[in-house]
């Protein structure tokens, strides 16, 4: 029998004072898997079954089948890929921007839940003595960098908030967004959402005409999303990972739904703060320190600084795409590289360079910018068409921070995208003339 995938998330940590709650790649790829605080006990396993796929379940874990998601207080949403106590609601306020109309779509095909019996016993008190003591943690004081510090450190180990609990099934998720600056789109959202994504997040009907019309165009060179399938015939996924602005998207979602109870993927995390699993290990040396980092959680999460991250795409084919999927995130020009191409779309949340089809193709454009964000890694994606210099040649790269990320992938013959998670950023703060 295969490994029991919670083994995958159940214990680990989650850094939620920089992980975006909405998608789950997102999080399944910020796990902190360094040290597990809650361990699974496999020293007895129990044979089960799920779908086509047999596990073996390890001694601590419950594993129920056709149940509903753990129960989710008000503060998470049923579109969060995340769920806990109300310090989850910090991250998740931060995920919807007030400057920003967005549109959420979220199917979800439940086959079973996962989660740990009673965690309390099976904390492991040695691993939290021995952060507090190696990070010297200090009572919490927000004029004090150094103690600031290393109450970050302490969250980018362990986590601020540890996986006690996961459904699996299928889940298609869709947050689609775009500046609310320009009104002429404002009523017209949903009929515009449906014909971008060609009826995919409206039971496959979209009205054509209105693609004409300038309050689509300006719609459409806004517009961005996030998108994440989990689970059911991996080639129908893929394709919805990858080709969401496809002709005929819908009728491959409805065939992924008829796979989705199929080869179950993982659909959401439910979450434990730290504070609450340090006070469950009933260790006085450890619980004095819980309420320190429930505040240190708290400032950091209401007080984020700027960072600036330099970035250039590159771009070899007709046109290409860089676009933010991280909250909190924006796209400037950079000051010292002004902008010296034409036909391009250059926003908040994208860049857009060419003109899909048009093939005109170019070698070697380059756009210089910058991201500013809170400091936190950065999830983003990269489109593309499929020809460049040569048939099948298409690709858009960008850099950041230093760091190259290309995307040369060919997934159909007009829209290609792939999807970034966790990209560091710049770790320095960014300090202006008034702020020293």
């Known amino acids: 029998m295969s490994t029991f995938p919670p083994s995958s998330w159940l214990g680990y940590g989650l850094d939620m004072t920089v992980v975006s709650p909405n998608d789950i790649n997102a999080v399944t790829s910020a796990i902190l898997t360094a040290y597990a605080l809650i361990p699974i006990d496999d020293s007895a396993t129990t044979p ?40 989850v609601s910090y991250s998740v306020d931060s995920t919807f921007e007030e400057d920003r109309s967005y549109a959420l779509f979220s199917y979800n095909q439940l086959v079973a839940t996962c989660a740990f019996e009673s965690w309390g016993q099976s904390v492991d008190k040695i691993t939290l003595a021995t952060a507090i003591s190696g990070l010297n943690l200090l009572p919490f004081d927000p004029s004090n960098k150094s103690i600031i510090d290393s109450y970050r450190s302490l969250f980018e180990i362990l986590g601020s908030h540890i996986v006690v609990g996961a459904t699996y099934g299928g889940r298609m998720q869709m947050t689609t967004f775009a500046s609310n600056s320009d009104t002429s789109y404002e009523s017209s959202i949903t009929a515009d959402v449906g014909l971008a994504y060609k009826g995919l997040c409206t039971s496959g009907q979209f009205d054509i005409s209105i693609a004409p019309s300038d309050q689509y165009k300006i719609f459409s060179r806004e517009l961005m999303q996030q998108v994440s399938c989990r689970g059911g015939d991996a080639k129908y996924a893929s394709s919805l990972n990858t080709s969401y602005q496809a002709d005929k998207v819908y009728e491959i979602f409805t065939k992924w739904v008829q796979t989705a109870h199929k080869n179950p993927g993982v659909m959401s995390l439910h979450t434990a703060p730290l504070w609450d699993v340090m006070t469950a290990t009933f260790d006085p040396q450890i619980i004095k320190h819980s309420a320190d980092v429930k505040m240190a959680y708290e400032w950091i999460m209401e007080n984020p600084l700027p960072h600036w991250t330099n970035a250039t795409v590159t771009i070899n084919l007709d046109w290409g795409e860089f676009g933010i999927i991280s909250p909190n995130a924006t796209i400037i020009q950079d000051p010292q590289n002004p902008l010296s191409v034409d036909n391009i779309v250059f926003n908040g949340a994208k860049i857009l360079w060419g003109k899909e089809q048009s093939h005109n193709f170019q070698r070697d454009v380059k756009i210089m910018c910058i991201i500013v964000n809170d400091g936190s890694p950065l999830n983003f994606e990269l489109s593309h068409g499929c020809d460049g210099s040569a048939a099948g040649e298409g690709r858009i790269d960008i850099t950041i921070n230093g760091t190259n990320y290309p995307n040369s992938t060919i997934t159909d013959n007009n829209w290609n995208t ?19």
């Open 48 to 87: 089960v079954k799920v779908a086509d796929a047999a596990w073996d379940k390890p001694k601590n874990l419950r594993w129920t089948l056709g149940q509903t998601e753990p129960r989710r207080p008000n503060t998470s949403r049923p579109t969060m890929a995340v769920s806990g106590d109300a310090s």
């Open 418 to 436: 792939q999807f970034f998670y966790n990209a560091p950023v710049n770790p320095n703060a960014h300090v202006t003339s008034s702020s020293g």
